[in-house]
């Protein structure tokens, strides 16, 4: 983990007061994700928990609070931000912009989105065909690719 810290281009930006972008903040993320879940340190936000006694709700956030790093979003904020910037960039009616960001609260608990989802809960709750009486084929499609960005 102290090299990630030391070595990063995302986080050696952040320290340097330079922008970053959120893409380059997923990549981290992911980069966070797939180096501490290897070897004999399993670093998940549970064990977080409870190792460290500090809630956390991304590797971000763990890093942020763990070395101090001002400036540095959490994951969550980081999606949630792309969505309402998709969101805001498309003519949605409230119907489904409310689908939306459901949607966006099934991709920050199980970090993905797939076509399957948008037909099961909590989003089926919408009725069994909102997805076809809201959303051309196309704008699911753009949803999913949408999405795929940000799986970290």
Do not use: C
């Amino acid at each position: 983990m102290w090299e990630i810290v030391e070595t990063h281009p995302t986080i050696a930006a952040i320290r340097n007061g330079e922008a970053v972008t959120d893409l380059q903040l997923v990549a981290l993320e992911g980069t966070l994700r797939q180096e501490l879940r290897e070897g004999n340190v399993q670093l998940s936000e549970s064990n977080i928990r409870k190792a460290f006694n500090l809630k956390v709700n991304s590797l971000l956030s763990f890093l942020r609070e763990l070395f101090e790093i001002e400036g540095l979003p959490d994951y969550q904020d980081v999606v949630r931000r792309n969505f309402e910037d998709f969101i805001a960039q498309r003519q949605f009616n409230s119907n489904q912009i409310l689908f939306l960001r459901t949607v966006q609260n099934v991709f920050l608990k199980k970090r993905r989105l797939e076509v399957a989802d948008l037909y099961e809960e909590p989003l089926d709750r919408f009725g069994e065909d909102a997805v076809e009486r809201w959303f051309s084929e196309e704008q699911v499609d753009e949803l999913i690719e949408f999405t795929e960005r940000f799986v970290a």
